[in-house]
């Protein structure tokens, strides 16, 4: 039933640290290697299996070695919550992911129950307003993107009104409260609100309300592969109003299947290997010469996942999890200490993140960063 891929020697699991042996941690890593979210957890996967590998050749964490073991959510939640618990039965001592947080708001509950520290991709505010104190994120929360892409419609755009299309899952859900919000906070009209499934192909009647709406802007909050769709035909039925989004908009994923509909959309991005910056960009060259092609803000938060586990544990001092979560529990880690971090951050008493992000625009091919934001 469960697909499992293990990176590293597979040894017997002993210990309820989840230690494979004296010189080896597991982690495990529950993604969605198939399904609607596989090219969230395949880019999400590999810059994990990467940092793993630099981290082991620089000596490991505390000594030891660290083994990666990998499930296959198959992009549903209830899969994914038994592979949570498949995972720590085989000894994890951590666990890393889900990305799409559907799955998280259900798995992070067997986390939760066994006090086992969780790195997770996914960013419906909901999963840090719960009160899990084992649970953390490798990106913003919604609620932190949302209002530096409202401050950019309000004081760049001078709009007056805007359609919203979004997801109708945990990820889109979470995502829409948070920028009607700041919509409403702000005195900007939502003139359209258009929801669709995870998974639509077929966008004509969508983009028909969004563009009667007569909307000053239109913002986009969907998964990547339907992303694309909606710019397709938002390009096919002549809309012309500016096109903004939050970072799944931007992925260059969307860019490539839109085929030219990206061009000219703009947005916040938590992460992107477009940033100048050195050690960003030292990531980005490793990851495209290792795997063939460019890394996206999944792949991103993956690796700083990985760096962040590491980190954690090697400041806790041993495996013992409740210490490695309240290290975990108001951490900064700077780039000056950890290079791979790629960008200063810290996480608060919920497990949000913070450090800062970019405001960036599709111009062709291309996401060109404009603007760099402050941590908030």
């Not at 038994?82 to 995972?87: E, N, P, Y």
């Not at 979004?166 to 005195?187: Q, Y």
């Not at 860019?255 to 000219?264: M, N, R």
């Not at 992107?272 to 030292?282: G, L, M, R, S, Y």
Request: aromatic share 6%; net charge negative.
């Amino acid at each position: 039933m469960f697909k499992k891929f293990t990176i590293a020697t597979a040894v017997a699991a002993f210990g309820m640290f989840g230690a494979a042996s004296a010189d080896t941690i597991i982690l495990g890593n529950v993604a969605e290697l198939s399904g609607p979210g596989a090219t969230v957890g395949n880019a999400w996967t590999d810059a994990i299996t990467m940092g793993a590998d630099e981290i082991n050749a620089a000596g490991g964490v505390l000594g030891m070695q660290l083994q990666i073991d990998t499930y296959d959510t198959q992009t549903d939640a209830q899969t994914s919550r038994a592979l949570v618990q498949k995972a720590i039965d085989d000894g994890a001592f951590l666990i890393l992911g889900t990305v799409y947080s559907s799955s998280t708001i259900v798995n992070m509950l067997v986390t939760m129950q066994q006090g086992i520290p969780q790195i997770v991709g996914s960013e419906s505010p909901s999963i840090t307003q719960k009160g899990n104190p084992y649970v953390f994120r490798s990106s913003f929360g919604a609620q932190k993107s949302m209002p530096k892409i409202a401050a950019y419609i309000d004081e760049n755009l001078g709009a007056k009104s805007v359609a919203v299309s979004w997801v109708n899952n945990e990820f889109g859900k979470g995502g829409h409260d948070a920028f009607v919000s700041e919509m409403e906070a702000r005195g900007i009209e939502v003139v359209a609100d258009v929801s669709s499934e995870v998974g639509q192909a077929d966008f004509a009647s969508d983009v028909t309300k969004l563009k009667s709406s007569g909307a000053d802007t239109i913002f986009v909050y969907l998964h990547e592969e339907e992303s694309a769709r909606l710019l397709k035909e938002l390009r096919k039925q002549n809309v012309e109003v500016p096109i903004l989004g939050e970072t799944t908009l931007l992925n260059q994923k969307v860019i490539e299947l839109s085929e030219g509909a990206a061009d000219g959309i703009m947005g916040h991005v938590g992460l992107t290997v477009d940033a100048p910056n050195k050690e960003i960009q030292a990531f980005a060259t490793r990851f495209s010469g290792r795997y063939g092609y460019k890394a996206d803000h999944n792949a991103m938060k993956g690796y700083v996942a990985i760096y962040t586990a590491a980190t954690a544990i090697e400041r806790a001092g041993e495996l013992d999890r409740q210490k490695v979560a309240d290290t975990l529990h108001n951490m900064t880690i700077k780039v000056e200490d950890v290079p791979n971090i790629l960008l200063d951050v810290s996480w608060d008493e919920t497990g949000e993140v913070s450090r800062e992000s970019f405001l960036v625009e599709v111009q062709g091919e291309e996401t060109i960063v404009k603007e760099m934001l402050p941590a908030n």
